[in-house]
């Protein structure tokens, strides 16, 4: 696999993977924070309360949606027999997903944000995205070893 455009589709998918995560954490904190002007009344006496049933849904839809995205990352596999372009779409597809779901975890500490207004939230919000963005970043040997799975 030393191939230049292996090599050159390795880079594209590691540019996508390093883009995912700064254009999630936006969305997210876009609808979030837009969304937490909503979630608790201007008129009620205690805002961190009525918040809650909209943190609940968000709860529980925010693990709905994990355990789909979990569901159909699984069933991403690899095929030896296949041709190397079809393999590497399918772990990009694989690492899309895969980024997704560990970007919703910057959510809660979003939510939090929202009702408490401590900027220590928000940094703690781009700490663990940066974090993630670092460590999951795909590679070569990651490629090879999804590959062999």
Not at 103 to 127: H, I, N, W
Request: some cysteine.
């Amino acid at each position: 696999m030393a191939d230049p455009s292996y090599d050159e589709a390795i880079r594209r998918i590691r540019r996508l993977h390093w883009l995912h995560y700064p254009i999630q954490a936006a969305v997210m904190a876009t609808l979030v924070l837009v969304g937490g002007r909503r979630t608790a009344g201007s008129g009620a006496v205690n805002p961190a309360l009525a918040t809650w049933p909209a943190l609940l849904l968000l709860g529980s839809l925010l693990l709905l949606v994990g355990v789909l995205v979990y569901l159909v990352s699984s069933q991403i596999k690899p095929n030896l027999r296949r041709p190397e372009a079809e393999n590497l779409r399918l772990y990009k597809g694989r690492i899309f997903l895969r980024n997704s779901l560990l970007g919703l975890a910057g959510l809660p500490p979003l939510v939090t944000y929202t009702v408490t207004k401590s900027p220590f939230d928000l940094v703690f919000f781009g700490c663990l995205l940066l974090t993630l963005c670092a460590v999951m970043a795909p590679s070569p040997k990651t490629y090879q070893r999804w590959l062999i799975s």
